[in-house]
Nanobody, 114 residues
């Protein structure tokens, strides 16, 4: 059974940075990425990266967040710069197989507050 283990997150101040990391226990994934869910809102896409390095970001994080991935280690990271209060959410790691099956991490809280 594939397990995704997230680390990082916590409390960050507006304008500062945080970094999230996620490691998959096994598997081969066409894409790995991040979603987030703020209180009272639906889970939304944040960023993803394919095996060949193609990236996608939601508009609200473009220019501030950077996704990276290590295919050999089966890890994905999200560098979050210039944090805003709207970034406050539970962040979930996602790994998608070539058959379209999604695996999810348990979620890690990111709170942006001064």
């Amino acid at each position: 059974q594939v397990q995704l283990v997230e680390s990082g997150g916590g409390l960050g101040q507006p304008g500062r940075s945080l970094r999230l990391s996620c490691a998959a226990s096994e598997g081969i994934f066409s894409a790995m990425g991040w979603y987030r869910q703020a209180p009272g809102k639906q889970r939304e896409f944040v960023a993803s990266m394919t095996t060949v390095g193609d990236t996608d970001y939601t508009d609200s994080v473009k220019g501030r967040f950077t996704i990276s991935r290590d295919n050999f280690k089966n890890t994905v990271s999200l560098q979050m710069n210039n944090l805003k209060s709207d970034d406050t959410a539970v962040y979930y790691c996602d790994a998608r197989t070539y058959r379209g099956k999604d695996y999810w991490g348990q979620g890690t809280q990111v709170t942006v507050s001064s």
